[in-house]
C-alpha cells in the first residue's frame, strides 16, 4: 500500500506540473494586450510607447514567456498570485474571499450528492422493476439532462418569483446570517448537485445489479441472512468500488458547474469571478482559479485512487 | 506475397456479421425510451435541415412593435424583446446545437482516438507523456476549459467546437487506451505481427476495428454533453454573436423577463432537454446492445 501512495503522489505532482505549463501557455495565447486593458482609455491616448513599455515591465510582461513562467511558479511559491490587472488588487486577496464562497457551496452539494445518489441507486438496484426504480431512473436521467442553468432560472421563477418561499439570488456568509445563508443556499445546491447526483445514482444502481448476480451474495441468501446485512456487508462493498471513481468526476462537475450557477444567482464565487476575468482578459485571475480549480480536483483524485487501492487490493499491484 | 495478402483477408473477418447486426438492433430498440429517443433525434435532424421552410418567421429580423408578445395564435412560442419569434429561433437554434455537438464530437473523438492508439499501442514513453497530459487535462472543470479555450481563440462558433472537442478528447483517449492494451494482446494480433504486418497495419487492420463498438456508444452519450456545453458556453455570452439564435443565449436573454414572459426562458431550456436526453437515450441503448461494461457510465 505504501508504495502505491507514494507512486500515485509522484504522478499527482508530475500532473500538476504539467498543469501548471498548460495554464500558464493557454493565457499567455489569451486575445487583447492586457496593459491596455489596464490603462484608463484617457492614459491609452495620452501614452507614448515608452510609457506603455514601462507599464509591460512593471507587470513583467516584456520578458520572455520561460522567463515569465519562472517567475510565475516563484511567485506561486510564495502565495504570491500576481496583480489583477482590472481589480488592481493582489489576485490572492480576491480569491482569497472568493474560494469559501463556491467551497461553501460546492461542499454542500459534493457531500448531498454523493449520499443521495448512492442511496437512491442502491434503493433502485434492490427494488429493481419497482415503481421506485422507476421514479429513480426517471429523475437521474433527468438529471444527466437538464441544463443547470436552465434549471437555475426554472427554480428562480417557482420558489422565489411564484412561491416567494426563497431568495431569488446573492449570499450570506453563514458566520453572518446562518439562516439566510442557508436559505440563499438551497437554490444553487440543487443545481449543482443534480447532475453528479444523477451520475452517480445510475453508476451505483447499475453495479449494484451487477454484484447482486455474483454467487457469493447467492450464497448469502441461502445461508439466511437478514437482507439488511447481504446488502451492507456484501453488496455495498463491492458495488461501490466503481463509484467511488465518479467521486473525482464529481467534483469536477460541480466546480465546472458553480461557473454558471454562480452567474444565475449571483454569487460572489470562484466561477463567476472566473467568467467576468474571461471577459475583462484578466490573466491573472483565470490563471489563478484554473489552477486552484485543478489542483482541488488532482488532490480528490488522488484521495479517490488511494481509497480505490484501499478497497480493491488487485489495483494496488495492477 | 500473395500468401501475406490471403492471410491479412482472412482475419479481416472481425466485424459484425449481419445476424449480429439484426440482434444489436433488437436489443437496442426494446425499450420504449430508446425508440422515443431515436424519434426525436430524427425529428431535430429534420428541423434543422428544414428550417428555412418550418420556421413561420425570419429567427432574425427585429420587428419592434411586435416585441415581447405572450403566446398567441400569431407567435405560438410568442416574441423576444426584439419582437422576434420565438419558435422561429428555436428552430433555427437546432442547428447551432446540432452542428457544435456532431463537429465538436468529431474532432473530440479522432483527436482522443489518435492519443489513445499511440499510448496504448507503444506503451513506454509515449504511454506516460500522453496520459500524464490527458490527466491534466482531466484536472480542468470541462466548463472552465471550454470557457478559457473559447476565449483564448476569441468567441465565434468555430472556436467554440474546438473548445468543446478539446474539453471532452480526455474520455476517448482514455477509453481508447485502455481498449488497446487488451486488445493488443490477443492472438489475432500476434499472429498478424507474425506474418510481418507492421505496425500501422496492425493498427488500422485489428486494433481500431475491434476498438469500436465501445467508442459508438460513447459518441452517442457524448453528444448530449457537447450540446449541454455549447448551451452554457451561449449562456454566458461565448460563441454566437446576436443575432445569431442558440439556445444557451435565448435562455439568458429571457431571463430578465421571467416574471412577465418565463417562456422566453423556459422553452428553449425544454428544446436542449429534449435533445440531450434523445441522445442519452439512444447512447444507452447501444451500450445495452453493444457493451454492457459501460453500463451507467456517463
Known sequence: ?318 | MERKAQISQISLETPPRVGELRRITRVMFTRKVVVLGAIIIILMILVAAFAPWLAPYDPYETNLPEALQPPNAHHLLGTDSLGRDTLSRIIYGSRISLLVGIVSIFIAASLGMTLGLIAGYYRGVPNTLIMRFIDALMAFPMMLLALVVASVLGGGLSNVIIAIGIALTTVYARLMCGQVLTIKENDYVMAARSYGASNSLIMVRHIIPNCLPPLIVLVTMQMGSAILAEAGLSFLGIGITPPGAAWGAMVNNGYKYLLDLPILSFAPGIAIMLVVFAFNMVGDGLRDALDPRLRGTV
Not at chain 1, 491616448?45 to 520572455?64: W, Y
Request: aromatic share 12%.
Open chain 1, 1 to 318: 500500500m505504501g508504495t502505491y501512495i507514494i507512486r500515485r503522489l509522484i504522478q499527482s505532482v508530475f500532473v500538476i506540473i504539467i498543469v501548471t505549463c498548460l495554464v500558464f501557455v493557454v493565457i499567455r495565447f489569451l486575445p487583447g494586450d492586457p496593459i491596455l486593458v489596464y490603462l484608463s482609455q484617457q492614459q491609452v491616448d495620452t501614452f507614448t510607447i515608452e510609457q506603455l513599455n514601462k507599464a509591460r515591465a512593471e507587470f513583467g510582461l516584456d520578458k520572455p514567456i520561460p522567463v515569465q513562467y519562472i517567475y510565475w511558479i516563484k511567485d506561486l511559491f510564495r502565495g504570491d498570485l500576481g496583480m489583477s490587472l482590472f481589480y488592481r488588487e493582489h489576485v490572492s486577496a480576491l480569491i482569497a474571499e472568493r474560494v469559501p464562497v463556491t467551497l461553501y457551496l460546492g461542499l454542500i452539494a459534493f457531500v448531498i450528492s454523493q449520499i443521495l445518489g448512492i442511496t437512491f441507486g442502491t434503493i433502485s438496484a434492490l427494488r429493481r422493476g419497482s415503481r421506485t426504480d422507476t421514479a429513480v431512473t426517471l429523475v437521474a436521467n433527468l438529471g444527466i439532462t437538464v441544463p443547470i442553468f436552465w434549471l437555475g432560472i426554472l427554480l428562480i421563477y417557482f420558489f422565489g418569483l411564484k412561491l416567494n418561499w426563497l431568495p431569488r439570488f446573492g449570499y450570506t456568509s453563514p458566520f453572518v446570517d446562518f439562516v439566510q445563508s442557508l436559505r440563499q443556499a438551497i437554490l444553487p445546491v440543487i443545481c449543482l448537485a443534480i447532475f453528479p447526483l444523477a451520475a452517480s445514482a445510475r453508476q451505483t444502481r447499475s453495479s449494484m445489479l451487477e454484484v447482486i448476480r455474483q454467487d457469493y451474495v447467492r450464497t448469502a441468501w441461502s445461508k439466511g441472512l437478514r437482507e439488511r446485512v447481504i446488502v451492507m456487508k456484501h453488496v455495498l462493498k463491492n458495488g461501490l468500488i466503481p463509484v467511488v471513481t465518479l467521486a473525482g468526476i464529481g467534483l469536477s462537475l460541480i466546480l465546472g458547474g458553480s461557473v454558471l450557477v454562480e452567474t444565475v444567482f449571483n454569487i460572489p464565487g470562484m466561477g463567476r469571478l472566473g467568467v467576468e476575468a474571461v471577459f475583462s482578459q484578466d490573466y491573472a485571475i483565470i490563471q489563478a482559479i484554473i489552477l486552484i480549480m485543478a489542483v482541488m480536483i488532482v488532490t480528490v483524485n488522488l484521495l479517490v485512487d488511494i481509497s480505490y487501492g484501499w478497497l480493491d487490493p488487485r489495483v494496488r499491484y495492477g
